[in-house]
């Protein structure tokens, strides 16, 4: 979890502002609608650590979590297929892979979780 917390606080620093020829910027890490959907995955893996008594809502949570890193991704990938070409060093950075990293450990999380889940009910039923 706090692997996810990392990645998409880190993607907030190293995704790139984009722009087109006239100079104009198209996609800016400091827009509202990035930087809502980061602090929104912030929020959410934040929120399901400290609920860890609450296995259910911590794998809600983890899953409107990833739901959200989908939707960053796509804009993220939107934004970098209308980039205009490329150049000897490339400006589309490698913040768009971050989303998936975040993923993968929120998959991993929610696995984790089910297996605690598992085990609570198989010891429960014993008593």
């Excluded at 399901?48 to 939707?71: G, M, P």
């Excluded at 598992?118 to 008593?127: A, E, F, G, Q, T």
Aim: net charge neutral.
């Amino acid at each position: 979890m706090i692997a996810a917390i990392l990645s998409t606080a880190a993607l907030y620093f190293w995704f790139p502002d984009f722009g087109d020829e006239e100079g104009s910027t198209l996609f800016d890490k400091n827009g509202a609608g990035a930087l809502a959907m980061m602090a929104g995955i912030v929020l959410l893996t934040f929120i399901a650590i400290l609920n860890y008594n609450k296995r259910q809502l911590q794998f809600v949570l983890n899953r409107l979590s990833i739901l959200l890193n989908f939707v960053l991704l796509g804009v993220f990938v939107y934004r970098s297929l209308n980039l205009p070409g490329e150049t000897l060093v490339s400006e589309k950075g490698i913040g768009m892979l971050l989303p998936v990293i975040s993923i993968v450990f929120l998959v991993l999380a929610n696995k984790a979780i089910k297996r605690d889940e598992d085990l609570v009910k198989s010891v429960d039923r014993l008593r």
